[in-house]
Nanobody
């Protein structure tokens, strides 16, 4: 497993932007997924964005066209650029990772199924005010 550490959360007004960063320590299996999830109070954890080792990305419908995920392999980080933020984006944001030698795990992680992920950060809070 790897260790993950998020940073970059904070408070912003609606329409603003934030960039979250996740530092990945350790070695991931060559085929892997890196993702961002979020959880608001009283709600289930929701997959936001994922990037795999091939560079393919996918997003939840609620953030598509506003958020962008990227992996910097040299720096060992995965970023989430969040633009046009809305109050509904308020949540704790978690970085997650999984190495996927099993093709079925790879399919599930690319579908942003939280059960596929074995490593999680502690989270960073994002608060968007109206």
């Amino acid at each position: 497993q790897v260790q993950l550490m998020e940073s970059g959360g904070g408070s912003v007004q609606a329409g603003g932007s934030l960039r979250l960063s996740c530092t990945v320590s350790g070695v991931l299996y060559r085929r892997h997924c890196l993702a961002w999830f979020r959880q608001a109070p009283g709600k289930e954890r929701e997959g936001v964005a994922v990037v795999d080792n091939y560079g393919d990305k996918s997003y939840s419908a609620s953030v598509e066209d506003r958020f962008s995920i990227s992996e910097d392999k040299e720096k060992g980080t995965v970023l989430l650029q969040m633009n046009k933020l809305k109050p509904d984006d308020t949540a704790m944001y978690f970085c997650a990772a999984v190495g996927a030698p099993d093709p079925s795990v790879f399919d599930r992680c690319r579908e942003l199924r939280s059960s596929a992920y074995g490593s999680w950060g502690q989270g960073t809070q994002v608060t968007v005010s109206p």
